[in-house]
């Protein structure tokens, strides 16, 4: 009979919390007690770890056994806790030395028949227990190439809880040495794609540039390449910096879908419109980001945006608006990240019979109404369409690139003592009184809001594109053709955003 205690991590939303598992063995009926987990986990988690130890070939310890662990985990995503659980058990029955577990961190769900299954997170949750000064951590084979891309973490992978039991007895818990140091964000890059390839769409290319470079929201209307287009937005937004990467790899991560992670290119998440409210916005049981996180410090593309239902579309202005997603269910919540650039695009009906659609005018209307909300955040709009294919090949991703960045560097100057990085992030008071445009260009934009064309709100979205267009010109203040230009992407090519 004994003590013993050892660590783990646990994750709410993307906020890793280290826990203090200590277990201490009385003679006694043969019990377990925990202590310290959420009330909902605690019954699935005493069966799980008694389970697996009695498949693991060790008898169950006759003694009272309680483990507690503290602080409290946060009743979202607890499964991870597992195995440091259960070694914690084994540790102060005697079955494994309790110094071999002590200052080590371990991480994994226990299956019934004693294996151990990966979790997600694991990025992380290494991340901290190495920031914490705890470097060596026991982790499922399967999250053990994830772990080691942590730098400085010492990483053990197992797969069965018989083998930690006899390792951890026998000293021979190795450390991971059989695979190179991997660089920490080495993970394939999807977006091997260029503007190149979109034939022609002047105005289409245009608008993706100006948002690209002032950070602003673009819809496109019609049938046409629009998909290709979202697919090359992320190939001309700026780098990700180190530390906008890593935030964009633990979301990935806890996501389960680390392999997907763009690197340090921004990402881009394009859910189907038959997705989910909870596969769009995330859920709180099981701690999982949705496509709005996965879009984070990226592109959120949605094809064919009026065939998503309704909570999605109105759901979606809440992130828009605060960069975040706040989830509550039965009491619980989590806050993910989720500030990205907003793709839309739409036909113009609900019909696929382009030639011989017999939609009327009202249905039409219909279907496009079904955008009314998030249209009203969306400062940039273009035309897009098919046909044009045998047009000169288009500008190449990198010289659009290179351009988008010398914008976004003169705005992000301009910016320097604000909380802003990009025009689209400057709120319309300080738009007005720190950021005056050429007089010209504010009389334009005026006569335009006094003609009932634009809302005062809509006035803001135009001041801030009208900068972005002055910043791709090296200019140092929007003049006349800036306005005139971001009312004519206010607009698009069909006058449809004119409200
Ligand atoms: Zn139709």
């Known amino acids: 009979m004994g003590q013993a205690s050892t660590r783990s991590v646990a994750l709410v939303g993307l906020h890793p919390q280290l826990v203090d598992i200590e277990a201490a063995a009385v003679p006694g009926d043969a019990e377990l007690y925990l202590v310290g987990l959420p009330e909902t986990s605690v019954w699935p988690a005493r069966a799980r770890i008694r389970a697996a ?42 079955v494994i030395p309790p110094e071999r577990i002590a200052g080590r961190v371990f991480l994994g769900e226990l299956a019934l028949d004693g294996g151990i299954r990966p979790v997600r997170g694991v990025l992380p949750m290494v991340r901290a ?15 053990a190439r994830e772990a080691a891309q942590v730098p400085g973490a010492v990483v053990m992978p197992v797969t069965r809880l018989a083998d930690v039991v006899d390792q951890l007895r026998h000293g021979t818990l190795r450390d991971h040495h059989d695979q190179e140091p991997e660089s920490e964000f080495a993970l394939s890059s999807s977006f091997a794609v260029d503007l190149a390839d979109v034939p022609g769409n002047q105005a289409a290319r245009h608008a993706l540039e100006v948002c690209a470079a002032g950070g602003h929201h673009l819809f496109l209307s019609g049938e046409g390449p629009a998909t290709m287009l979202a697919e ?44 989910t409210a909870a596969a769009i916005f995330g859920s709180v049981a099981g701690n999982r980001p949705g496509a709005v996180s996965l879009a984070h410090r990226g592109v959120l593309h949605l094809a064919d945006a009026p065939e998503f239902t309704r909570p999605v579309l109105d759901g979606l202005c809440r992130p828009l608006d605060s960069g ?24 113009p009906c609900p019909c ?14 219909r279907y496009r109404a079904r955008l009314a909300l ?26 659009v690139a290179a351009r988008v960045l010398a914008a976004r560097v003169r705005a992000a100057h ?29 009389e334009l934009l005026r006569s335009a809001v006094n003609t009932g064309l634009v809302t005062a709100d809509g006035l803001a979205r135009l001041l801030r594109v009208a900068w972005t267009l002055a910043d791709l010109r090296g200019a140092d203040r929007p003049q006349l053709d800036d306005a005139a230009g971001a009312l004519e992407l206010w607009k698009g090519a069909d006058g449809d955003g004119a409200r």
């Open 374 to 399: 998030l249209l009203s955040r969306v400062a940039v709009r273009a035309p897009v369409e098919w046909g044009d294919c045998g047009a000169r090949a288009g500008e190449s991703s990198a010289a």
């Open 129 to 143: 227990a190495v920031r914490a000064g705890l470097s060596r951590v026991v982790v499922p084979a399967e999250c």
């Open 53 to 94: 130890i009695l498949n693991s070939g060790t008898a169950w310890p006759d003694a009272r056994i309680t483990v507690s662990v503290s602080p409290v985990i946060p009743p979202v995503y607890d499964a991870a806790a597992d195995l440091a659980l259960a070694v914690a058990v084994l540790a102060a029955t005697g």
């Open 414 to 442: 301009r910016l320097a003592d604000t909380p802003w990085r990009t025009n689209a992030e400057v709120p319309a008071p300080d738009l007005r009184t720190r950021f005056p445009v050429a007089p010209e260009a504010a």
């Open 232 to 275: 090359r937005l992320p190939g001309i937004l700026p780098p990700l910096t180190d530390e906008a990467a890593r935030q964009v790899a633990d979301i990935y991560s806890l996501a389960g879908r680390l392999d997907g992670a763009p690197g340090s290119t921004p990402p881009l998440s394009a859910p189907h419109h038959t997705a």
């Open 352 to 365: 696929l019979e382009q030639r011989e659609c017999a939609c009327t005018p009202e249905a039409q209307r």
């Open 324 to 347: 975040q997603v706040h989830l509550t269910e039965r009491g619980r919540s989590v806050r993910y990240p989720a500030r990205f650039t907003l793709v839309l695009d739409a036909r």
